[in-house]
């Protein structure tokens, strides 16, 4: 199973307040304790640049501890913003999923992102921090809804429902 998280998660907006620093609290422990675990193939995949997630994983060195260099997805590679088809084809290419997309869960809190993954035939998890209704027209919801980042520690996706 292959966890593939994308980068908003782990950023606030200066509007939320949630953390000064630009990090949500529970994000960098939940990711080592994900890394420690080795039950699920973690992927980052991103809209943002490679510059700018070399830079990320600079800036946060739990970032590159837990995602080396193969495992960081850009859509740079393929020219196509998320939510495009052409995006989450890359992440199913890469991760050797094409034919398995079901096998692939996007972790995000973005409705667009969830959006994209469900309609490739992903699973999406959608971290709602705010408790908000899922109101996104555009297709399928999210498979699972979590209201924090730490809840992935307990994730399985062969028992949550």
Known sequence: MILCVSTRNWECTPISGIATDGRFPD????????????????????????????????????????FPNDKVLSVDDVRAYKPSRTSYNHVLKSVGKMDRPEDVVLVSSNPFDICGARSMGMRAL???????????????GPTWIVKSFSELTTFDPTQWR
């Open 27 to 66: 994000v960098e422990k939940t990711l080592l304790k994900l890394k420690a675990a080795d039950k699920l193939e973690l992927v980052m995949f991103s809209n943002g640049s490679h510059t700018t997630l070399q830079n990320a994983q600079k800036t946060h060195r739990v970032l590159k501890s837990v």
């Open 126 to 140: 959608w971290i709602n921090r705010t408790n908000a209704n899922w109101i996104d027209q555009l297709g399928q």
